[in-house]
């Protein structure tokens, strides 16, 4: 079901951007030779407009000057546009006299937008994804003004459970889940935080941002252990607990937090341990037993999530669009840790096997959704990078004629591609190479 996933989001995006590429092509009558989604290297066609079985049961197709198909392998796809110098390094076409409908003869504008398209087209799709899900689930998150419970690296870097984040720097956090990456991702030298009633900085070192990035649940929530409801089937169902009893400590160890009990539940399974109990103004004793999985039967009290809702898809378009533009800024910034070598960011960098371990293992629609609205953005953003080869790539150079009047030669683009091609290659080997690794230990 995870590769299910990945493949049907990948080919939905290819598509996408493709499209962005086709639709300003044909809007300036640049012909397109080819449309195709997965790579037909060697000529190896899954499927063809052209040729094989779809050619015979739709004839029709063939007098298209495009030939749409479907390649086997499937690491992206390619809209392949008449006189313009990319992956199929077609050098035959670009030694022909420049015909009327090949790119190369169109404005520099015009150019730039049809290289532009395939990016524009993934953050439209990523603006309405958001907002289909707006729209349809709401948006939930934990405020970021909650106390945190901290790990061992936290700690370290000084903070302490019970701290409640008021700022990085100048930054207000908003989601607590988002308190770790935005630790990263900021470039934070300083956190304000609030200690039982005082104000105290925290410094942030620099160099341990690498530790940042691959210490799991650097912050927790910190909540106090405070009982919803006892179900009548529970073992501690004739314990006397009620809504709202708070427990503080088991066997006169202090547990002020949900962590500090967990703890305690998991070395003590299938004993009996006294708690003490907040109730009212009252503190009582009350002994519970612990089942062999070191869990006491009880309901809490659920976290303090915030729920928006946004009535319909039109209403929701406005808060799509901030959350694309937020992402695009969450993974820009990602992408300069990922460039900082002393942060080791490009160890996190993954392929194909790291995106399809985020997907669910059964079908969940929101899910789906949301993970192919963020894909569009990383899909969208890695081909602005002003590498040869990408869309950025182009868009620089087309920019640089725009401002110079000046068009770099065909054989300048076709070396700036080729070796535009040699560093997507070493980023793929990297990003396969550090799945293989992760999947080994």
Known sequence: MKALQVILALAILIVIHESGHFTFAKLFRIRVDKFFLFMDIGGIKLLSTKTGWFSKLCPWFKNNETEYGIGWLPL????KVNGMIDESLDLDTMKQDPKPWEFRTKPAWQRLLVMAGGVLYNFIFAILAFSMILSIWGEGYIKADNDIYVNELAYDMGFRTGDRIIRYDDYVPEDFGMLQADLARRNVHKAVVLRNSDTVSIYIDQARIGEVLNSPFMFDVALPFVIDSVPATSHNAAAGLVRGDRIIALD??????RQDIAKMLHTNAGRSLEATVVRG?????????????GMLGVYMEQYPFVHRTYGNFIKAIPEGTKKMFSSIGGYVRDLRLVATPSTKAYKSVGSFIAIGQV?????NWYAFLTYTALLSIMLGVMNLLPIPGLDGGHIVFTVYEMITGHKPSDRFLTAAQIIGMILLFGLMILAFGNDIGRLMH
């Open 359 to 363: 997907f669910p293992s059964r079908w």
């Open 252 to 257: 006169s160890t202090a547990t002020p937090y």
């Open 281 to 293: 103004a009252d503190t009582l004793g009350v002994d519970l037993q612990v089942d062999s999985t």
């Open 76 to 79: 992206g796809g390619y809209c």
